[in-house]
């Protein structure tokens, strides 16, 4: 299982990114999928879920109306569209899936909001 991480990097507040999630190793369209985000100082926390076939999508009160997953299960990839960035946004983000019985992590892409 090997996850592919990328679209971080430095923004300014109420900026926009989006960060995508390759997934290979594994049959990726059966697994829902899920983004996480640890912040300095901070416990690892999930941010936005997402079913294997796409329809159910859950969030944190923290993001709900600025961030949008989705999935193209054509291109085993996971996106987190992040809109109105604030600085409490700052962190590594990770893209996580469950598969037979084990937890499996990207490696993280960075996401720094700042003027």
């Known amino acids: 299982v090997h996850f592919a991480e990328s679209g971080g990097g430095l923004v300014e507040p109420g900026g926009s990114l989006r960060l995508s999630c390759e997934a290979s190793?594994?049959?990726?369209?059966?697994?829902?999928a899920s983004w996480w985000r640890q912040g300095p100082g901070k416990e690892r926390e999930q941010v936005a879920e997402?079913?294997?076939?796409?329809?159910?999508?859950k969030y944190s009160d923290s993001v709900k109306g600025r961030f949008t997953i989705t999935r193209d299960n054509r291109w085993n990839t996971a996106y987190l569209r992040m809109d109105s960035l604030k600085p409490e946004d700052t962190a590594a983000y990770f893209c996580?899936?469950?598969?037979?019985?084990?937890?499996?992590w990207g490696s993280g892409t960075q996401v720094t909001v700042s003027s």
């Open positions: 190793g594994f049959p990726f369209n059966d697994y829902g």
């Open positions: 997402i079913s294997s076939d796409g329809r159910y999508r």
């Open positions: 996580y899936v469950r598969y037979q019985v084990a937890d499996w």
